[in-house]
């Protein structure tokens, strides 16, 4: 059992700041890099950002200098705090992590249910 639940999303004014939360929980051996895809109404899925277990980031250019990942490693939980939120942020916003569960020698992708952000203008 492996669950990745995502908080935070909300309604917010554009210029705004959010921050959205996901919680790892279930039979876990080691988790290994973490992320937060979003997508649009219409839009194809698209990186927002990712970081190690070492604390290494990748953001995607839409939202870099705006965005920042984090993750508490002791608590299983990832952070993504978005700042001077703008309409074009509006999107669900999903979770993922490679895990490698106590029943597995493998590595696998999971995701959340998402989260919905949107950013009025």
């Known amino acids: 059992q492996v669950q990745l639940v995502e908080s935070g999303g909300g309604l917010v004014q554009a210029g705004g700041s959010l921050r959205l939360s996901c919680a790892v929980s279930?039979?876990?051996?080691?988790?290994?890099?973490m992320g937060w895809y979003r997508q649009a109404p219409g839009k194809q899925r698209e990186l927002v950002a990712t970081?190690?277990?070492?604390?290494?980031?990748n953001y995607g250019d839409s939202v870099k200098g705006r965005f920042t990942i984090s993750r508490d490693n002791a608590n299983n939980t990832m952070y993504l705090q978005m700042n001077s939120l703008k309409a074009e942020d509006t999107a669900v916003y999903y979770c993922?992590?490679?895990?490698?569960?106590?029943?597995?020698?493998?590595?696998?992708?999971?995701w959340g249910q998402g989260t919905q952000v949107t950013v009025s203008s």
């Open positions: 993922t992590a490679k895990i490698r569960r106590v029943t597995s020698w493998s590595w696998y992708d999971y």
């Open positions: 279930g039979s876990i051996a080691s988790i290994n890099i």
């Open positions: 970081i190690t277990v070492g604390g290494t980031t």
